[in-house]
């Protein structure tokens, strides 16, 4: 995996809230959305190995929150876990992008036709996790069960694009 670097930036409120409001505009979480301000240049192939490494950044950070606690960070983690898995996928197999909740809605049935059924269970786990962020409705048993079903989706998304360079 690669290595964390955790860092802190100090920003005018107007600023950390325009940043707040284009994240969840674009149906992303604000760590997401700076990471796709940061790599919108990259090649494409780059672009990938980023959306998948951040994927499974977000991924352990749900397990941590949720150890702490935090159900809602968790939650919102394993969202964003998930959406940067269907964006590493689709740039992968199309070399399209996507923005925003509908595309990433949309480009879920793609991932539930290549990879099976499976994927719509791993999808509607990870979509509830978004809602339980905002709603606060979600247990951490939720959670659980959720953290398995990403877990997989990244897993095997992340196994079909390191075969294609093997």
């Known amino acids: 995996m690669a290595t964390q670097v955790s860092i802190t930036l100090r920003l005018s409120r107007g600023v950390a809230e325009r940043l707040r ?44 929150e949720l150890g702490k606690g935090d159900v809602r960070q968790a939650a919102e983690k394993l969202w964003g876990a998930t959406a940067l898995a269907v964006k590493a996928y689709a740039e992968w197999k199309e070399n399209r992008r996507l923005a925003g909740h509908g595309e990433l809605w949309e480009y879920s049935r793609k991932l539930i036709e290549d990879l099976g059924e499976w ?14 962020f905002y709603e606060g409705w979600c247990t951490d048993k939720h959670v659980e069960e959720a953290v398995k079903r990403v877990e997989k989706l990244v897993g095997e998304v992340e196994k079909r694009i390191s075969k294609s360079t093997g």
């Open 21 to 64: 409001r284009e994240a969840q505009k674009a149906g992303l979480g604000l760590e997401e959305y700076v990471l796709e301000l940061a790599i919108r240049d990259l090649d494409p192939w780059e672009r990938v190995q980023e959306y998948i490494e951040a994927s499974k950044s977000l991924l352990e950070q749900a397990r941590e």
């Open 119 to 132: 994927v719509y269970d791993s999808w509607m786990a990870a979509s509830g996790m978004h809602t339980c």
